[in-house]
Each structure stands twice: as C-alpha cells, then as structure tokens.
C-alpha cells in the first residue's frame, strides 16, 4: 500500500516537473529565438533544477526550525513574529498542568 502511494506521489512530482519545464521552454523559446534548442533545453533545466533545490532547501529549513522551536519549549514557530504569545495561553498552561498534575494523583 504504502510503495504504491509512494509511486503515485513520485509520478505526479515527475508530471509537475515535465509541465513546468514545458512550460520554460517555451517562454524561453518565445524570449530568446535566436538561441539554439539544445542549448535552451540545458539552461531551463539549470532553472529547474535550481528551483527544485531551493525549494527542498527551504522546506528543510523550515521544519528544523519548527522541530528547534517545539524542543526548546515553543508554541508555534509562527509565534516567533509577534511579542509575547496569545493572550490566556498561560492561564491554559497552568490550567492543564493543574489537571495533568490532578491526574497523576
């Protein structure tokens, strides 16, 4: 079950790429006449290529910084934005400590 949702997800991120490439080359095409295909092929694929990098990279980034926030005690990466957490969250960390520690008893 699981390889076959693998696939399928692996088929559609090829099928994107192919399109989105389709679709450089023939921007390219449209921009540049004069340059030859071979050569235009080569630079829409660096283009990809280096999209497709910056994207996993970021996505990387992203979750290892929401995996730091949430091990140093965070709430919310996206909390780091703004001054101080919303208001009451406090008041219902108390109050589940309170009922965590009741439970215990």
């Known amino acids: 079950m699981l390889g076959h949702l693998k696939t399928k997800a692996a088929a559609k991120v090829l099928l994107a790429a192919v399109l989105i490439g389709a679709v450089l080359v023939v921007a390219a095409r449209s921009l540049v006449p004069s340059m030859p295909f071979a050569t235009l092929l080569f630079w829409c694929a660096v283009v ?3 999209f497709l990098l910056v ?3 970021w996505a990387f980034l992203t979750l290892q910084l929401g995996q730091w926030a949430f091990r140093a005690g965070g709430t919310d ?3 780091f934005w703004f001054k101080s957490e919303p208001k009451g969250l406090a ?4 109050q589940q400590r309170s009922t965590d520690e009741h439970a215990k008893k």
């Open 48 to 50: 990809a290529g280096a």
């Open 77 to 79: 990466p996206q909390w």
């Open 55 to 57: 994207s996993v990279l």
């Open 91 to 94: 008041a219902l960390r108390e």
